[in-house]
């Protein structure tokens, strides 16, 4: 990620300031609070509103020759920025500026702290409460609840971010994440757990739009981008920590307790290191409290560029108030360029999800499990694994995505995608093909405890896999020494558990118990598949969607327009967590990847065919190209042409 990535950003409080208060920026006048850019009506022919885009063009074009105001908006960054080393520099003369970065940045910690936890913690909820082992439905909901609190936690996030600031709603996350982390970690019963779930979502929702905020604000714009790339880089250090904490817990008692209680300790350093911060200059400025807002500037520059950089930030707070009483929300979608940046916003962050990354990101254990390893340790060791590839693939990207183009990183990543998933589907056809086989064991674990479905059946011809398949009320125990020879189907109660580790196999070694996957010499191949996939997915689709919104849209309506693609994103990412479990008993694990797949493929066949390519553009280039009549996103776009 690039400083362009980070442009402007006030202007999610323009937008709604206009949209939820109706008050008119910092001036505090009163207005009728307009419709945001996805609500208005659609109504002006395609030729009028090309027209009309060439003149707003024509005007922020205007404003932008403004060297004060290129400098706030970051300029463009080619593969030969030196952002980084300027970052070594500043942060070596102004330490103040790498502490306010860290400090924000938790916020990314806890993002990504919660969302690797709850995969791990979710595998020992499952042993202490049979109601959740026996309920896919009741898992997804324990998983998804986080994520539909973040959906809320967001837009709320927007509101207070505009009328609080950024320090305030930050530190209201932070109160949030602590008292959802307290909540579950001495929640007596599953639907206490959801409670809590939904705060620290809420929580989530508010740091992951407040955190990146707050940093471009209060940083140097030539840095900018290199200093927010720092939240991202913490996303994925909290979900490799999270791993790390996970199988720490794995042998102390209350397990998945101490799992997500231990998330309340980032979220309460990142409040106390908050209130020793300043509030946003950026946002201090737009409330008229200049002198407030002067006083932080000094302490983010260096001295010789503190009055360059104060009389820049006057010059854009000014040109966002003029711009703002040139227009309306209300034109947003009778304007084609919005309209197309919306469609491939929308479009990349949507197929962020649809891909199905939190299926492994919220689940990994799980599917270690259904690749046929048991024991709940090795599922988490091996799950490590995929979060160390997923966090040195953010780090991949920040070098590659001003060399290689947003489009073409993309789509190879797509590419890749493709291919892992199908590999994943055929690997997990195998392991259902060849599973062990059932033998009746009454002798040793006793009529009762035998599964009904395979007692009212006869046992003739049974596996594994169709004695797990044949309920949530039956488990496999497979042989101690050789995994892969016969075992016995039994009813899935904790007693039947014990009984089965306790018995003695016909090899050496303590017996397994299954209930999610079967034990299989395919197991390794899926698990190579599955670092494969992070592979292809972690520079590519897994930055760049946010990248690509954050310059597709005209500057009066960043904000909004960016919203509107968070929400998207958070929606596609709850269907997809709330869904993942129901659609391996629906259409097996293998089917299951094979649909991800198709998906994926429409996806590359939608992002070849509708997003453009930014990069080296421009913010005025990037709307001529998007308000031009031969618009066409597969070819390269010539501003000179």
Known sequence: MNSRSIVLEDRTEQSWESWVGGTNGSRGSSAAAPLPPCAAAVGTRENSAQAGDQGELQQESLVSEDPNLRRMEGGIHKAESTEFRDLLYLTSKQPFILRLAFSAGIGGLLFGYDTGVISGALLYIRDDFEQVEKSTVLQETIVSMAVAGAIFGAGAGGWMNDRFGRRPSLLIADLLFLAGSMVMAFAPAPAIIIVGRVLVGLGVGMASMTSPLYISEASPARIR?????????????????????????????????????????????????????????????????????????????????????????????????????????????????????????????????????????????????LAGFA???????????????????????????????????????????????????????????????????????????????????????????????????????????????????????????????????????????????????????????????????????????????????????????????????????????????????ALGTAGTFLLFCGVSAAAFLLLFLLVPETKGLHFEEVEQMLASKDYKPWKKFNPKA
């Open 375 to 585: 024991s709940n340790s090795t599922a988490l060791a091996l799950s490590l694994v995929t979060s160390g590839l997923n966090a040195a693939g953010s780090v991949v990207s920040m070098f590659f995505v001003d060399k290689a183009g947003r489009r073409k990183l993309m789509l190879l990543s797509l590419t890749g995608i493709v291919a892992c998933l199908a590999m994943l589907s055929g690997v997990f056809f195998a392991v259902g093909r060849h599973s062990p086989d059932v033998v009746g064991t009454t002798a040793l674990f006793g009529a009762n405890a035998t599964c009904p479905e395979y007692a009212a059946a006869g046992g003739s011809g049974w596996t594994c896999t169709r004695c797990i398949e044949a309920s949530s009320g039956c488990g496999f125990c497979a042989d101690g020494g050789d995994k892969l020879l016969p075992g016995a189907c039994l009813t899935a109660t904790a007693a039947a558990r014990r009984a089965c580790r306790a018995a003695a196999g016909p090899g050496p070694g303590r017996r397994e118990w299954y209930t999610r996957g079967c034990p299989s010499s395919f197991g390794w191949l899926a698990l190579v598949a599955l670092g494969a996939y992070i592979v292809s997915y972690s520079p590519g689709m897994g930055s760049v969607p946010w990248l690509i919104n954050s310059e597709v849209y005209p500057l009066r309506f960043r904000g909004v327009c960016g919203g509107i693609a968070a929400v998207a994103n958070w929606a596609s990412n709850l269907l997809v967590t709330q869904t993942f479990l129901s659609l391996t008993q």
């Open 225 to 369: 981008g290199a200093l927010v790339s720092t939240n991202g880089l913490l996303i994925t250090a909290g979900q490799f920590l999270s791993y790390l904490i996970n199988l720490a817990f794995t042998k102390v008692p209350g397990t998945w307790r101490w799992m997500l209680g231990v998330a309340g300790v980032p979220a309460l350093l990142q409040f106390v290191l908050m209130l020793a911060l300043p509030e946003s200059p950026r946002w201090l400025y737009r409330k008229d409290r200049t002198r407030e807002a002067e006083a932080i500037m000094r302490k983010v520059y260096p001295p010789e560029e503190a009055d360059a950089e104060i009389a820049a930030l006057r010059a854009s707070v000014a040109a966002d108030a003029a711009r703002e009483a040139e227009g309306t929300l209300k034109k947003a979608l009778g304007s084609v360029v919005v309209r197309r940046g919306l469609t491939a916003g929308v479009l990349c962050q949507v197929a962020q999800q649809l891909v199905g990354i939190n299926t492994v990101m919220y689940y990994s254990p799980t599917i270690v499990q």
